[in-house]
């Protein structure tokens, strides 16, 4: 059996975000405490030993854990731990939203760019979009930024109290450990994941659910909220290409289509199918090897509690304008973890350690925060149905 090993990234100021899936700017793993790398070099040793079954290590992080730093050194030490678990699990965040920084709790304001193109003047005959030509001593236009606040685009501070017993710590220093590196890490994980997941499925109007049509393989007749298929999907593509924003179409490179579990399988046939045969009454249509929503991204979600809605979204980075993001605060990217130290005092002073537990009731106590969020902040390159159409 390996022995448990700590990593120690992020204690010196060299970036792990490259190795980091969810792309964390993290040069540096906060360290409010103000622990020495010495310090938590030596609390890893420690942790590793108990990890292991090393009944001298457990003796000496019981008698180390009273030194006056080593409550913190341990804390610290359990914050860099987590995140690099937290990094690692298996998310949606950081495939289907950008980023967007925000700088305190406040709603989103958005700025736009408001003007029609198309009549401004000196701009009888050039495209929406495109700054028109200014005669000699002519004065330039007018177009301005207006500010549009985003209904429910805000950063949340969350987070929870754990506890563990004083007599549970004297059984298991071990699994005690192991436990609060691997509950932190998920639920911050979990937070995430719902946070983007009801930002999509909450912010969502009528204006981009899939409405009845034509298929444009077939010219088959698509209800309005049709199941997912070839010719729902297909036809909801279609319709977003259709939009316009300021006097031009709506345009978006790449596409993901967002499943229940449910789905997983029937979007995975509609989008890996190498070459598509579209049957029109009795001619079949053969597209020649290609498959046209081939370059469509599939991502399951377990958040979403519909068993048969559905949603186009662009891909980050792949609209002009932004859809689904990731609230993010500088200095608040990460879990911060944070133990409770309220053990009381002994008669004739002197610390008590935090691991002899709190006064009141003998627990140790854990708290972790995290802030951000996800907002939806456009939703004209977006196409969704709630695939209930028979």
Do not use: C
Not at 2 to 20: D, H, Y
Not at 160 to 168: D, F, G, I, P
Not at 283 to 309: C, E, K, M, R
């Amino acid at each position: 059996m390996a022995t448990p090993t700590l990593s120690l990234k992020g204690l010196v100021p060299e970036s792990f975000a490259a190795k980091n899936p969810r792309k964390l700017p993290m040069d540096r793993i906060p360290n409010p405490y103000g622990v020495t790398v010495d310090g938590l070099k030596k609390m890893k040793t420690l942790v590793e030993g108990v990890m292991a079954g090393d009944e001298m290590a457990t003796v000496r992080f019981k008698e180390a854990i009273a030194y006056s730093d080593a409550p913190y050194a341990f804390a610290s030490l359990l914050t860099i731990n987590a995140l690099p678990q937290y990094a690692a699990l298996p998310s949606i965040i950081g495939n289907i939203t950008s980023r967007l920084t925000v700088n305190d709790f406040d709603a989103v304001r958005y700025y736009d760019i408001i003007g029609d193109f198309e009549k401004l003047q000196y701009a009888d005959d050039i495209p929406a979009g495109v700054l028109p030509n200014v005669p000699e001593f002519a004065p330039y236009p007018e177009i301005h930024f207006t500010p549009t606040v985003i209904a429910g685009a805000q950063a949340k501070k969350r987070g929870a109290q754990l506890e563990w017993s004083w007599e549970e710590q004297k059984r298991n220093p071990a699994g005690f450990i192991q436990s609060l590196q691997d509950q932190l890490g998920i639920a911050a994980s979990y937070t995430d994941d719902w946070a983007v997941t009801t930002a999509l499925t909450t912010g969502v109007t009528d204006y981009s659910q899939l409405q009845a049509g034509k298929s444009p393989f077939d010219e088959s007749t698509v209800p309005a909220n049709a199941p997912l298929s070839i010719h729902s999907l297909a036809l909801g593509i279609a319709q977003i290409r259709r939009r316009k924003v300021n006097g031009r179409y709506v345009n978006a490179r790449q596409f993901i289509l967002v499943v229940p579990p449910t789905l997983q399988f029937v979007a995975e046939a509609i989008t890996r199918t190498t070459a598509l045969n579209v049957t029109d009454g009795s001619v079949v249509y053969d597209l020649g090897g290609f498959n046209p929503l081939g370059q469509i991204q599939v991502q399951v979600d377990d958040w979403l509690t519909s068993d048969t809605a559905w949603y186009v979204i662009p891909a980050p980075g792949a609209a002009v304008r932004p859809a689904l993001v990731q609230l993010v605060m500088p200095g608040e990217e990460v879990p911060d973890i944070r133990v409770n130290s309220n053990t009381g005092a002994r008669p004739g002073g002197g610390q008590v350690a935090w691991t002899e537990g709190s006064y009141v009731n003998d627990t140790l106590g854990f708290r972790v925060r995290t802030v951000g969020g996800s907002a939806l902040i456009t939703e004209e390159a977006i196409v969704w149905s709630d695939g209930t159409a028979d």
